[in-house]
């Protein structure tokens, strides 16, 4: 029975039906009764598996198919009315034909199969912040997964109330999981989504990277606020106060380490905690008091499993003990428990790997996936922020963006201002990781590590950036770079990085309330070797130098490539990006 009196979400609702003609159609309400009755479902078809429920209760595992197991950006669009609208960075479709290609791949795609019918919420219900969503699809992992990732069932749609048109429409098909007919399409200005031919998270839970950063971005820019794709977190002093970074990293590149850090023994002993509101998306706006706020539009976290362990994160392995789906990771046998590559040195005899074939781990062949995921509600975890919830969100003091770069890029440094600061963003190269199907290790341009999430013309995403930071005035957080990923010339990690990067945010705070010196070098301000606290650590402040070198041959390399990334946006790139590389390039001469 339909949820909602509404007659938008219901005409839409009648159209889909009418296009995919499903068997039935089942509204999802929340209830746990209804939930309840979907895993028994899932269980009994084969589509998950129960797991221990002493060790793991309310845990379930699933394995998708071995050809959809990564974002797919060659086969993402953006299909705005204008191509130019979509932007360099962006595959774009026209609309009406996408419409009409997709149409007839989702015309009777649904027969034999249900309907869910997903209304949710992004962000905290009754919160201005958040949005609305409702999603069709005909999977009940899809729903199950929106359970934990989203606040789903009737009260999203009350919150939309009875005459609203503003909620994104997100239809989802798995049709065959036919690789060669995959297709992730957004229409920004219909408010739509239209996704076929996937099982895998990012190209399925349409309310993460589809709505709240590609859809998302565009409504920022339009009605004056950002999406971002960045972590929340919070500082805790000895006093009590707490101070919030939100931090763009690429995929796989730390963000849900970082959100949920342990602070090393130096600050521990002294009262410093930290609190996690947010480990991938966060959504920004100017509050009534001038500063920046934001919230986490999410519930759960859809976390990358291997290197997760009880030293590297404990926190997110806790997240994951209870009611959490595993997505394409060792299956134990023995214990029907799960497992995967850096959980410990221990590897399962008896098991099964990703694809649900007897694994031998002696062979050397991994047994999870290196984008094998964990879906865990955000309540879960130990360290979830006592803001998590609160529909004003927080104030953020430091904007932070890094990626993996082996050399070029510094451990830290800081923008000499808001302008600088969107350049260094706009600047942000990352080599690729498997969150997304294609090479591994290659260094890419990712500006704010939104190169495959922004929904509309790059250029017009600084430009908004840069308007921002304007609106904001001295108010605007202060905008940093930072590197945990430099290796030494046999290729290893240089800084020890998880719980020690907080030594990093510290000098960053310190900075933020004006307490802490900095030197100026070509790219911006770095901090004097001696205030990065190494207090307990096996490592020098030699090490800590090299780790702050800027190479200035190796920045003459990097200005050329953003010379040359930059040529990519024609008029749209805001001259104001120009005038800050030339002054890079004076700087570096
Ligand atoms: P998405 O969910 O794809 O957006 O990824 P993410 O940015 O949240 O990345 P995540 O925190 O899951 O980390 C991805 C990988 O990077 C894992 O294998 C981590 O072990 C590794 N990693 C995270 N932080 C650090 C760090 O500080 N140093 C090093 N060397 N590796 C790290
Ligand atoms: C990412 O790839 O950045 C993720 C996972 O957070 S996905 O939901 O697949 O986008
Ligand atoms: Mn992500």
């Given amino acids: 029975m339909a949820l909602t009196k509404n007659q938008n979400v219901l005409n839409w609702v009648d159209e889909v039906v009418a296009?995919?003609?499903?068997?039935?159609?089942?509204?999802?309400?929340?209830?746990?009764?209804?939930?309840?009755a979907l895993r028994d479902q899932a269980l009994a078809s084969g589509e998950m598996t129960a797991l221990n429920e002493e060790k793991l209760p309310g845990c379930l595992l699933h394995r998708t198919a071995v050809n959809d197991v990564a974002r797919v950006e060659h086969r993402t669009?953006?299909?705005s009315q204008d191509e130019k609208d979509a932007g360099p960075t962006n595959n774009w479709w026209d609309p009406k034909e996408a419409y009409t290609k997709l149409g007839e791949m989702f015309d009777g795609v649904m027969k034999g199969r249900t309907m869910y019918v997903i209304p949710y919420s992004m962000g905290p219900i009754g919160s201005v912040m958040s949005k609305v969503g409702v999603e069709v699809t005909d999977s009940i992992y899809v729903v199950l997964n929106m359970d934990i990732m989203t606040r789903m069932g009737k009260a999203a749609l009350d919150h939309l109330g009875p005459d609203s048109n503003d909620f994104v429409r997100g239809l989802h098909s798995k049709a065959d999981i036919d690789e060669e007919k995959r297709y992730i399409c957004h229409f920004p200005e219909d408010n739509t989504i239209w996704s076929i031919n996937s099982g895998y998270g990012g190209n399925v839970l349409l309310g993460k990277k589809c709505f709240a950063l590609r859809i998302a971005s565009y409504q920022g820019k339009n009605e004056g606020w950002m999406a971002e794709h960045m972590l929340i977190l919070g500082v805790e002093n000895p006093q009590g106060d707490v101070r919030y970074i939100a931090a763009a990293f690429p995929s796989a590149c730390g963000k849900t380490n970082l959100a949920m850090l342990i602070p090393p023994e130096v600050y521990a002993k002294q009262g410093y905690k930290v609190w996690t509101v947010g480990d991938d998306i966060a959504w920004l706006r100017k509050g009534e008091d001038g500063r920046l706020w934001a919230i986490n539009p999410e519930n759960g976290f859809f976390g990358v499993a291997p290197g997760t362990n009880e030293k590297s994160n404990p926190n997110a392995l806790a997240s994951t003990r209870k009611g959490t789906i595993f997505?394409?990771?060792?299956?134990?046998?023995d214990d029907n428990t799960v497992w995967w590559e850096g959980l410990d040195k221990n590897p399962p005899q008896n098991a099964l790997n990703w694809k649900g074939e007897k694994?031998?781990?002696?062979?050397?062949?991994?047994?999870?996936?290196?984008?094998?995921?964990?879906?865990?509600?955000?309540?879960?975890?130990?360290?979830?922020s006592s803001e998590f919830n609160n529909p004003k969100g927080v104030p953020i003091s430091a904007i932070v963006f890094g990626g993996r770069r082996a050399k070029t890029a510094p451990l830290v440094y800081q923008s000499r201002d808001w302008q600088h600061g969107v350049f260094v963003g706009s600047i942000m190269a990352s080599e690729t990781t498997a969150a997304a199907t294609g090479a591994v290790g290659v260094v890419r341009r990712d500006p704010m590590a939104m190169l495959p999430f922004c929904g509309y013309h790059?250029?017009?995403?600084?430009?908004?950036?840069?308007?921002?930071?304007?609106?904001?005035?001295?108010?605007?957080?202060?905008?940093?770079?930072?590197?945990?990923?430099?290796?030494?010339?046999?290729?290893?990690?240089?800084?020890?990085?998880?719980?020690?990067?907080?030594?990093?945010?510290?000098?960053?705070?310190?900075?933020?309330?004006?307490?802490?010196?900095?030197?100026?070098?070509?790219?911006?301000?770095?901090?004097?070797?001696?205030?990065?606290?190494?207090?307990?650590?096996?490592?020098?402040?030699?090490?800590?130098?090299?780790?702050?070198?800027?190479?200035?041959?190796?920045?003459?390399?990097?200005a050329k490539g953003i010379h040359e990334f930059y040529g990519k946006f024609g008029d749209r790139l805001p001259n104001e990006l120009q005038d800050e590389l030339a002054a890079l390039e004076k700087n570096l001469d």
Wanted: glycine letters at 8%; aromatic letters at 10%.
């Fill in 327 to 333: 997505t394409n990771v060792v299956h134990n046998l």
């Fill in 359 to 384: 694994w031998d781990s002696s062979t050397g062949e991994k047994g999870a996936h290196p984008n094998s995921r964990f879906t865990a509600p955000a309540v879960n975890c130990p360290c979830i």
């Fill in 19 to 36: 296009l995919t003609k499903p068997d039935q159609v089942v509204w999802i309400d929340g209830s746990e009764e209804q939930l309840k």
């Fill in 77 to 79: 669009f953006i299909c």
């Fill in 458 to 558: 790059m250029g017009d995403y600084f430009k908004h950036w840069l308007e921002m930071g304007e609106k904001l005035g001295d108010k605007a957080p202060k905008i940093f770079n930072v590197n945990w990923f430099r290796t030494d010339d046999e290729g290893h990690f240089i800084w020890p990085g998880f719980g020690d990067n907080m030594r990093v945010l510290m000098w960053i705070l310190d900075r933020c309330a004006g307490k802490a010196d900095a030197v100026e070098t070509p790219i911006g301000y770095e901090p004097k070797a001696e205030d990065i606290n190494i207090e307990g650590l096996d490592l020098t402040i030699d090490t800590v130098r090299d780790l702050l070198n800027v190479d200035k041959s190796l920045w003459k390399e990097e």
